[in-house]
Structures are given as structure tokens and as C-alpha cells.
């Protein structure tokens, strides 16, 4: 039980900042490519 908790925070650690990087670069590219159609 101990090393799933243990499993789980590093996930919720590690993982909701490296998905707030994706988004972002995903925010980044779709505005360059509507950019880009106009």
C-alpha cells in the first residue's frame, strides 16, 4: 500500500507540470498555425 502511494505522488508530481508544459506548447503551436491560415 506504502509504495503505491508513494508511486501515485511522484505521478501527480512529476506529471501535472510536464502536461502544463504540453498544453502549452500545444496552445503555442495551434495560435501560430491560425496565424498562419489568415
Given at each position: 500500500m506504502d509504495l503505491t502511494?508513494?508511486?501515485v505522488g511522484l505521478?501527480?508530481?512529476?506529471?501535472?507540470?510536464?502536461?502544463?508544459?504540453?498544453?502549452?506548447?500545444?496552445r503555442e503551436n495551434m495560435k501560430e498555425k491560425g496565424n498562419e491560415e489568415k
Amino acid at each position: 500500500m506504502d509504495l503505491t502511494i508513494l508511486v501515485v505522488g511522484l505521478i501527480l508530481g512529476v506529471g501535472i507540470p510536464l502536461r502544463n508544459k504540453v498544453i502549452k506548447k500545444r496552445r503555442e503551436n495551434m495560435k501560430e498555425k491560425g496565424n498562419e491560415e489568415k
